[in-house]
T-cell receptor, first 113, second 116 residues
Framework: GENVEQHPSTLSVQEGDSAVIKCTYSDSASNYFPWYKQELGKRPQLIIDIRSNVGEKKDQRIAVTLNKTAKHFSLHITETQPEDSAVYFCAARSMEYGNKLVFGAGTILRVKS | DSGVTQTPKHLITATGQRVTLRCSPRSGDLSVYWYQQSLDQGLQFLIQYYNGEERAKGNILERFSAQQFPDLHSELNLSSLELGDSALYFC???????????????FGPGTRLTVL
């Protein structure tokens, strides 16, 4: 089955700097890769996603890149702000029957002002 | 607000007991997913239902079961509870099943279960 590894586990950046979180997946057939942001005690929120037929997708200050050959995808946050502080999870859609997502272990992002 | 609702928000119970968690998907969504989030295990997929039928299973214990009703709401039943079952339980929904175009899953606010 699918396995997703996420790095780093914690990331501290200065406000205004960029943050990059990286994930690798094991199943080359996976075709959908969402990113979720989770604030303390709240629900995971879908912030951006990418499909396997696209290499990059941007939405304002966030972007996701996908390298299918290397089986890795990354989240890029530019001009970080204190409200970006949260736990970020990457996920990959398992190609087993159904629409199951396999999540990475999460990255705690701290933006220092 | 994702449009997915879950009740109750908090649940405190004792070992050996049985509880039921409830989820209502976004309007129009046919798929419901259940996830368990604990500190040391991250977000773990438990089970998926699509339009009333079980679609995919993850690491769901035999003591746990779920169903999706004709009105598309879902219930997760946890029985013979153990201390280790204490966790946040999230429900998510999406409007499509595997093989179709929209895979995005939207999470509810979660139910925090504490087993004493």
């Amino acid at each position: 089955g699918e396995n997703v590894e996420q790095h780093p586990s914690t990331l501290s950046v200065q406000e205004g700097d960029s943050a990059v979180i990286k994930c690798t997946y094991s199943d080359s057939a996976s075709n959908y890769f969402p990113w979720y942001k989770q604030e303390l005690g709240k629900r995971p929120q879908l912030i951006i996603d990418i499909r396997s037929n696209v290499g990059e997708k941007k939405d304002q200050r966030i972007a996701v890149t996908l390298n299918k050959t290397a089986k890795h995808f990354s989240l890029h946050i530019t001009e970080t702000q204190p409200e970006d502080s949260a736990v970020y999870f990457c996920a990959a859609r398992s190609m087993e029957y159904g629409n199951k997502l396999v999540f990475g272990a999460g990255t705690i992002l701290r933006v220092k002002s | 607000d994702s449009g997915v609702t879950q009740t109750p928000k908090h649940l405190i119970t004792a070992t050996g007991q049985r509880v039921t968690l409830r989820c209502s998907p976004r309007s129009g969504d046919l798929s419901v997913y259940w996830y368990q989030q604990s500190l040391d295990q991250g977000l773990q997929f438990l089970i998926q239902y699509y339009n009333g039928e079980e679609r995919a299973k993850g690491n769901i214990l035999e003591r746990f079961s779920a169903q999706q009703f004709p009105d598309l709401h879902s219930e997760l039943n946890l029985s013979s509870l153990e201390l280790g079952d204490s966790a946040l339980y999230f429900c998510a929904s999406s409007d499509r099943d595997a093989g179709l175009s929209n895979f995005g899953q939207f999470f509810g606010p979660g139910t925090r279960l504490t087993v004493l």
